[in-house]
C-alpha cells in the first residue's frame, strides 16, 4: 500500500476493493478534525479512499464535486447536522443509493435511532466504536442492513421526530446541570463543616 499523507477537507486518500473489485470512497463528515483524522488514518489503513469534510453543507458541496460510495457522518454539528444531511442525501436523485452511517456520541437514545431510520440512514453507530464494528456498517452485503425508506421521508414528519429529539437532549443537559449544581452545593458545605473552628 502507498504511503499515505493528512489530507485537505474534500481531498481523498488511500483504497480499497469493494465486493465488486471497485475501490471504495468514503467521505467523513464531523466538525471536530480530530475525529476526522482518527477515522481517516483506521480507514486508510484498511484502504478505503478517504475524504472529509467539516459539516453537512461542506459534504453536500464535495459530494456534488465527486462520486462516493459511502458517507460516516456525525450528528452534532453547525450549519447542518447529520440528520438533516442524510435527509438531503435521500431527496437528492444522484446520491441517494450512498450507503450512510450516522456516528455519534452525543444522539444515542431509542428516539436518535428512531430520527435516523426516518431519515434513511443505512446504519446507526455508537461512538466510541471498535473499527470492525465501522467496517461491519459500510458492508454492501443485504444480510444485516436496515431496510430503507422507498421514498424520502416526509418533511413534517422528521421535523416532528427531529423536534422531539432536541427537546430531549434539552432537557438532559438541564438535568445535568442541575445535579452538578447540587453536588458542588454540597461539596462546598462538605468543605465548610471540616474547617477548624477559630481560635478564641
Request: proline share 6%; charged share 20%; net charge neutral.
Amino acid at each position: 500500500m502507498k504511503s499515505l499523507t493528512a489530507s485537505p477537507l474534500g481531498e481523498i486518500t488511500g483504497q480499497l476493493p469493494t465486493s465488486t473489485g471497485q475501490r471504495m470512497n468514503i467521505l467523513i463528515v464531523d466538525d471536530y478534525a480530530a475525529n476526522r483524522k482518527l477515522l481517516r488514518v483506521q480507514l486508510e489503513t484498511e484502504g478505503f479512499f478517504v475524504a472529509e469534510a467539516a459539516d453537512g453543507l461542506q459534504a453536500l458541496e464535495v459530494l456534488a464535486a465527486r462520486p462516493f460510495d459511502a458517507v460516516i457522518s456525525d450528528i452534532l454539528m453547525p450549519r447542518m447536522d447529520g440528520y438533516r444531511l442524510c435527509h438531503e442525501v435521500r431527496k437528492d436523485a444522484a446520491l441517494r443509493d450512498l450507503r450512510f452511517v450516522l456516528y455519534s456520541n452525543t444522539y444515542t437514545s431509542p428516539a436518535d435511532v428512531q430520527l435516523s431510520e426516518t431519515v434513511g440512514a443505512d446504519q446507526f453507530v455508537a461512538k466510541p466504536a471498535p473499527l470492525a464494528v465501522i467496517l461491519g456498517a459500510l458492508e454492501n452485503s443485504p444480510q444485516g442492513q436496515r431496510p430503507r425508506p422507498s421514498a424520502p421521508a416526509d418533511a413534517e414528519i422528521v421535523v416532528k421526530q427531529y423536534s422531539a429529539v432536541l427537546v430531549g437532549k434539552l432537557e438532559e443537559v438541564l438535568r445535568c446541570a442541575r445535579l452538578n449544581r447540587f453536588r458542588a452545593q454540597r461539596s462546598g458545605s462538605a468543605t465548610v463543616a471540616r474547617l477548624p473552628a477559630a481560635a478564641p
